[in-house]
Nanobody, 115 residues
C-alpha cells in the first residue's frame, strides 16, 4: 500500500533550523500536489505550504520567508526547510500528497521549538 514516511523532526532552539523529509513508496510523486500541514497543541490542523506538480509554491503568511517547500520526483521525496524557527512553530507536522482521486498522509512528526 502507499506510504508516506516522514523524518527530520525533533527539538530545536528558537532561531534554529530543521529540515523535514517525506518519502513516498508505491506512489508516483510527480502526479501529486504535495503539501505540508501542521497541528499546534490544542489547535486545528492547518496548511503550511504546497508545491504543485509544476513546481509552483504557496505558503501561508506566518511561514513566508522562513520555510521552503521542495520536491524531488526522481527520489519520490518532498522536503520542508524551516529556518528562523519560533516557539509558535511547535506542532506535529504532516506531509500530504493529493490529486483529484487520492489523498495520502504521512504519520506526523513532532517539531518542538524551545530553549
Amino acid at each position: 500500500q502507499v506510504q508516506l514516511v516522514e523524518s527530520g523532526g525533533g527539538l530545536v532552539q528558537p532561531g534554529g533550523s530543521l529540515r523535514r523529509s517525506c518519502a513516498g513508496t508505491r506512489i508516483i510523486f510527480s502526479a501529486y500536489t504535495l503539501r505540508w500541514h501542521r497541528q499546534p497543541p490544542g489547535k486545528q490542523r492547518e496548511l503550511v505550504a504546497a508545491i504543485s506538480t509544476f513546481g509552483s509554491t504557496n505558503y501561508v503568511d506566518f511561514v513566508k520567508g522562513r520555510f521552503t517547500i521542495s520536491r524531488d520526483n526522481a527520489k519520490n521525496t518532498m522536503y520542508l526547510q524551516m529556518n528562523s524557527l519560533k516557539p509558535e512553530d511547535t506542532a506535529v507536522y504532516y506531509c500530504n500528497a493529493v490529486n483529484s482521486v487520492f489523498d495520502y498522509w504521512g504519520q506526523g512528526t513532532q517539531v518542538t521549538v524551545s530553549s
